[in-house]
């Protein structure tokens, strides 16, 4: 029997406790006889995002860390007292899913030894079957730990932001959040979600169609800001204006910049509406280059009056520029 003490008490709560006892079953984990206790908390890491306020902006954190992570999850943890070993289960509240599960060990506790590539192997098919896409991700870091009986890996990999595809990661937290903060109104939160959804994978489908020329284009930037921008469309990078973020590049920068293009020539140079077109304008005067201002947020441009508008506006502008 499991004994189960609700923060969230509920019939969510309790959906997420079954959906957490099938995901070990699946898993061969057996936690009859354990105690548990589920309860629906905010997913954030006060740490990760004291260090992204440090190297970010404001908008720039709160962005990453939206794109990167759900906004919401159920916790379930399983646990015997006086024990080290448990197990806590991350599900999902927009879809009842497991978005994670960590499994704490005794350190004596035997296990296996697995070589870095087979424990990597492992890890990126983990990722695969929770729905991710690992060509949308980064490996940040890879450890090891060597236990009295085991070899334990730790391997991080991290979202790459600006991808129009996490925004309906973000649609589905908030409509969950907004369906727990006001249960009254659940089904029209509910509903709006979908809605969004279903046009939001529409128009990312018709982006991606129309954006196939732009596959494998060089594009130099004004600094290195459209990284994530540049791996969902396949464009390439051939330099960058600004050396350094916000630092007006030397007189020297840009002629050698002009040099390597007349050798290796771009399709167009990019900046953002925020950002002074001069050094935009003087590289495209001098090497025939078009310069290209982009929105890069709501609001940038006349057609970037919504999220929709911005990727569509964003596109149009850069296949604009091809065809000079």
Known sequence: ????????????????????????????????????VAWLEDNFDPDAIEYMEEHKSVQETDEIYRQATKLVLWRVRFFRPLEK???????????GSVFGHWHTLD???????????????????????????????DLQ??????????????????AKPGDPRNIGEVAKALTARLEVIDPANAGYYAARGADFTKRWDAAIARWEQEAKPLRGVRV??????????????????????????????????LAELKQEL??????????????????????SQQTG???????????????AGDLFGLYQDTIDRMLKALKK
Not at 145 to 157: E, N, P, Q, S, V
Not at 266 to 272: E, F, H
């Open 1 to 36: 029997m499991y004994v189960v003490f609700m923060a969230c008490p509920g019939r969510l709560g309790q959906e997420a406790l079954q959906r957490a006892q099938a995901f070990l079953a699946d898993k061969h984990v057996d936690v009859s006889g354990w105690r548990s």
């Open 85 to 95: 070993e448990e197990h806590l289960v991350l599900v999902d509240p927009t879809d």
């Open 107 to 137: 350190e004596d506790a035997p296990g296996a030894t697995l070589t870095p590539d087979e424990a990597r192997a492992l890890a990126e098919k983990a990722v695969v079957e929770h729905g991710y896409k690992l060509d949308g991700f």
């Open 141 to 158: 870091n890879s450890a090891s730990k060597k236990r009295k009986a085991r070899t334990d890996y730790t391997l991080t990999w991290q």
């Open 220 to 253: 130099v930037v004004h600094h290195d800001g459209w990284a994530y921008l540049f791996n969902w469309l396949g464009l390439q990078e051939a330099g960058a204006l600004e050396p350094k973020p916000g630092v007006p590049p030397s007189a020297g920068h």
């Open 262 to 283: 007349a050798g290796n020539p771009a399709k167009m140079v990019i900046y953002a509406a925020y950002q002074d077109s001069r050094s935009s304008d003087w590289l």
């Open 289 to 303: 280059i078009p310069a290209v201002k982009l929105a890069f947020t709501v609001g940038g441009t006349p057609g």
